[in-house]
């Protein structure tokens, strides 16, 4: 999956004053874009020395992570929160169709989604949500602070909970289409409502879109989604009773319980979605 970048890993605690080098990287986002080079199977995003040279000023740099390597040399990326800006050999590339290519390295596109997470927390948190003032950046925690120290309120960046449920119904596997956005084959998914446990979120979502009840509800695995600001946790479970689905519509274009020899897989391995569907297919434990 996405996360699994073996033998970089992710370092997002919280450091000040991080001082860039020539070689850190600058993470550039424009509506649902990226600024990178993509060749192939390779990914390169700017430099510092990149971004200096086309007129962008380290003092407007925000630092998001390290990434380390298997020798445990550190790799930072920083944030340019404005899009107005041209770098020569690198243009705005569509997320998706980053993520959907086969990476050579897997901790880029681990890193892109981390980030554009990230740069989305900082666009929306510019001003407080209780009183509208300007917010300043913490200096000892990733957080942003009211200005005004009358309020003082201090906010987080958001994670926002969400499942992906495998439905079995004995050698089957409900599999779904969206009606819009991503083409391939997928598996009923939905973000928690306030109140709920992760669990009634599993029925509630299954009964919204297929009109199924399910059983047996079981946690599989999680996986940190920076694309929609998710972490997805993934859960198998088995339906219970009546098996025709009636199928939402309005969010799907197509529902069905399809045997494991017959799932066809998505055409990369970045997702827990895919994991799910591989590990039923190969006839593993669910």
Sequence with gaps: MIQDILPYKL?????????PSENDKVMIFDQGKVMALLENTCVTFPS??????????????????FISNEKGEMESYFLYEK??????GFVFTDLRQIRDTEMDFM?????????KHLADWYRDTKFCGRCGCKTVHSKTE???VCSDEACGYTMYPRIMPA???GVINGDKLLLTRYRKGY?????????????????????????EETGLKVKNIRYYKSQPWG?????????????????????????LKEAAFVKREDIVLQPTKVSLTNEMMMRFKNGEEC
């Design 48 to 65: 510092i020395k990149d971004a200096c040279n086309s007129g962008i000023s380290s003092d407007c740099l925000i630092f998001l992570f």
């Design 227 to 251: 694309l929609a600001n998710d972490i997805l946790t993934g859960f198998y479970c088995d339906v219970d009773g009546d098996t025709e689905i009636r199928m939402d519509e309005n969010e």
């Design 83 to 88: 899009n107005d800006v041209q770098i020569p």
């Design 142 to 144: 990733r957080a942003m």
């Design 183 to 207: 083409a391939n084959n997928a598996l009923v998914a939905g973000f928690t409502e306030i109140g709920e446990t992760l669990e009634e979120t599993v029925s509630r979502e299954v009964m």
């Design 163 to 165: 499942v992906i449920v």
């Design 11 to 19: 370092n997002n605690q919280f450091v000040q004053n991080v001082v």
């Design 107 to 115: 901790y880029k596109v681990m890193a892109m989604m981390t980030a």
